[in-house]
């Protein structure tokens, strides 16, 4: 069973609008961190957030969490036809020995 | 600096063949990982190493075992090769500091089991 799990699973704007994108899972964790994938090619991760942090920001990105929900936010605001990409948030709970656990997901389009 | 390799890039088996994936790194990471991903089932872990001569079970490890013989290289074979097997495989290292395992990922490697 996954850990995280993204919602929704598909998700399509214009360019210049802000895309948001949801995790939940189900265990106490230790970080939460969000990666990218462009089509084709590996992950690359973009932004972590500790279990004593609540908001996060790098560039355009913007990351929650409610540990009390077991939930995680990610905002990109102004996207770019460049930020077309699948989003992917992965828990890292220290009793599993700190090892990833990724959810299925965000396609994310950005039409020009 | 290369980062993350992995050879090779696409690769087409029979069914019952065998294969070895390699994964290099050049960051004198510490621990690597080997997933794979399927539509839709985003990353599972298959096996993973945290160090040198040391191996362990992921999510997903039957059909496919693994070796660390070198810092440097994390190998995955699959013995005898499942249309099941077919998936997208990426390799990934991190140097773990303070529980926080960032990862970084090879390109991929594609693989189909006919």
């Known amino acids: 069973s996954q850990q995280g799990e993204e919602d929704p699973q598909a998700l399509s704007i214009q360019e210049g609008e802000n895309a948001t994108m949801n995790c939940s899972y189900k265990?106490?964790?230790?970080?939460l961190q969000w990666y990218r994938q462009n089509s084709g090619r590996g992950l690359v991760h973009l932004i972590l957030?500790?279990?004593?942090?609540r908001e996060k920001h790098s560039g355009r990105l913007r990351v929650t969490l409610d540990t009390s929900k077991k939930s995680s936010s990610l905002l990109i605001t102004a996207s770019r036809a460049a930020d077309t990409a699948s989003y992917f948030c992965?828990?890292?709970?220290?009793?599993?020995?700190?090892?990833?656990?990724f959810g299925g997901g965000t396609r994310v389009l950005v039409k020009p | 600096n290369a980062g993350v390799t992995q050879t090779p890039k696409f690769r087409v088996l029979k069914t019952g063949q065998s294969m070895t994936l390699l994964c290099a790194q050049d960051?004198?990471?510490?621990?690597m990982y080997w997933y794979r991903q399927d539509p839709g089932m985003g990353l599972r872990l298959i096996h993973y190493?945290?160090?040198?001569?040391?191996?362990a079970k992921g999510e997903v490890p039957d059909g496919y075992n693994v070796s660390r013989l070198k810092k440097q290289n994390f190998l995955l074979g699959l013995e005898s090769a499942a249309p099941s097997q077919t998936s997208v495989y990426f390799c990934?290292?991190?140097?773990?500091?303070?529980?926080?395992?960032?990862?970084?990922f090879g390109a991929g490697s594609r693989l189909t089991v006919l």
């Open positions: 990934a290292s991190t140097l773990p500091r303070s529980g926080a395992n960032v990862l970084t």
């Open positions: 265990t106490s964790i230790n970080n």
């Open positions: 957030i500790r279990s004593n942090e």
């Open positions: 992965a828990t890292v709970v220290k009793a599993a020995g700190n090892k990833l656990t």
């Open positions: 960051m004198n990471h510490e621990y």
């Open positions: 190493s945290v160090g040198e001569g040391t191996t």
